[in-house]
């Protein structure tokens, strides 16, 4: 009877036990919530944060999912059940919700290369102009037939 009782709180409220069986399997293998951030490259205020079901706090749902199946994993829990529990706990919109839209807004890519295109054509224009303009510097200037030269040359014949 304390197995049904047991599964009845895991099935109503499954994030309830995520923080705590992470935890727990922690604390069984005598690691620390630093030695869990080390082996997973995470801060271990995200731990914490993953302990304490504070997944708000953590940028995106997708990560909260990636580091929930490694630490998982790290502590030999099932890390497919973990990740299961967690998207029972969020609900539909909360799934769906990309919070890193912004990145990656079409709107914004739109009007980010249409300004990019505008400076690009700008420079393509000036560094066409500035490479004519180098091009016709270095053109050699034609000698007339006036006979005249340089004035090094002219030096050069007088002293000898």
Do not use: C
């Amino acid at each position: 009877m304390n197995t049904d009782t047991q599964q009845e709180p895991e099935e109503t409220s499954p994030t309830s036990q995520i923080g705590t069986a992470l935890r727990q399997a922690r604390q069984t293998l005598g690691l620390s919530e630093l030695d869990v951030a080390n082996s997973l490259n995470l801060k271990a205020e995200t731990v914490s944060q993953l302990e304490t079901e504070q997944f708000d706090k953590i940028v995106s749902p997708t990560y909260v999912k990636g580091y929930l199946r490694s630490y998982a994993k790290l502590v030999d829990l099932n890390p497919e059940h973990i990740v299961e529990q967690y998207k029972k706990s969020q609900p539909q919109a909360t799934q769906s919700k990309n919070r890193l839209h912004g990145l990656t807004s079409k709107n914004v890519v739109e009007s980010a290369d249409a300004k990019f295109g505008w400076v690009g054509t700008i420079l393509v224009i000036i560094i066409i102009a500035l490479i004519a303009f180098w091009w016709w510097q270095g053109q050699p200037t034609t000698v007339s037939q006036s006979g005249w030269q340089p004035e090094s040359s002219v030096e050069l014949q007088q002293n000898s």
